[in-house]
């Protein structure tokens, strides 16, 4: 384990777990991190899925056999965050050893080391054409490299503190970003100006992402509401709530009718978008839920855990 790690980590085997009632959607769990699983993310297929944990490693598994095909060890401290690149043939991940590493999908290995970060990296995003990756940090910068060469291309600045969350339109022109500022901030990617700053109403947000056709905005942060905002004007459309605690991380179905949100209090839970009512709440992880992600056919919700497992639900 890495100086961070051992710092700061807590073994799962030192926490008193409780039983919970696994909710009838639940597909099937993967175990194989030895620690918190902190990202995951779907291949474009949703043959594959890609994850990224506290136990340093980056980890690919067949989707229908649940079984690993890669265990990729580079980063010296916990992984962040993780990206599948549109084409299928690459991942990304981010950590807080503060570099981005690009790897090979089919062979598992590390393409590119990318260095440039003052510290903790927090989110990577590939753009739609899978050209480009960004970054984001808690340095207060996101940057942008080229997935080909593993080098950087610019570095956008604005924000007056940390970053936690950045990602792409699905037209590849604008960027969004949030992290412990009360607003969220729109980017031309091109000029690499910041083009729209609108409030949240919430003082530190986790994640966020632009809906399929890119009229919506969804976030969630520390007040452990989800929020849907008009990309056009920055109005709150909606105000989810439910969940009982921060809730770390959301995203929009392919067809952007439904959002999947998962939080500290445990849970998973499936939003209507359109009304912003709930529409199910998933209950068996025993520990807090860090990362979720919607299956490119839109039957499937994935989740990772502090309790080391990765589980598959279907939706509702």
Not at 50 to 72: N, Q, R
Not at 206 to 221: A, V
Not at 243 to 253: A, I, L, P, T, Y
Request: with cysteine; glycine share 8%.
């Amino acid at each position: 384990m890495g100086f961070l790690s051992k710092l700061f980590g807590k073994k799962e085997e030192e926490l008193k777990r409780p039983q919970v009632r696994e909710d009838e959607a639940l597909i099937k769990t993967l175990e194989g991190h030895e620690d918190r699983v902190l990202g995951v993310r779907f291949s474009p297929d949703g043959k594959k899925l890609v994850s990224g944990s506290f136990d340093e490693k980056v980890m690919l598994w067949d989707v229908e056999s649940g079984k690993a095909l890669h265990t990729m060890p580079g980063h010296t401290t916990w992984v962040k965050c993780v990206d599948y690149s549109p084409n299928d043939g690459k991942v990304a991940s981010g950590s807080i050893d503060s570099t981005v590493r690009i790897w090979d999908a089919e062979t598992g290995e590390c393409l590119h080391e990318c260095k440039g970060h003052d510290t903790e990296v927090r989110m990577v995003d590939f753009s739609p054409d899978g050209k480009t990756l960004a970054s984001c940090s808690r340095d207060t910068t996101i940057k942008l490299w080229d997935v080909e060469s593993g080098k950087e291309l610019k570095t956008l600045t604005g924000h007056t503190s940390y970053i936690e969350c950045v990602a792409f339109s699905h037209d590849g022109k604008k960027l969004v970003s949030c992290g412990e500022e009360p607003v969220v901030r729109l980017w031309d990617v091109e000029s690499g100006k910041n083009i729209e700053t609108y409030k949240t109403r919430d003082r530190h947000s986790y994640s966020t992402s632009f809906s399929p056709d890119d009229s919506l905005i969804i976030l969630c942060g520390r007040d452990a509401a989800v929020k849907i905002l008009d990309t056009e004007t920055g109005e709150i459309k909606h105000i989810m709530e439910g969940h009982e605690d921060g809730v770390r991380s959301v995203c929009f179905s392919p067809d952007g009718k439904k959002a999947a949100s998962v939080s500290n209090d445990e849970s998973v839970r499936l939003w209507d978008v359109e009304t912003g009512s709930l529409l199910h709440t998933y209950r068996g992880h025993v520990l807090e839920v860090q990362s979720v992600h919607i299956s490119p056919d839109g039957k499937t919700i994935v989740s990772g855990s502090d309790d080391r497992k990765i589980k598959f639900w279907g939706m509702k």
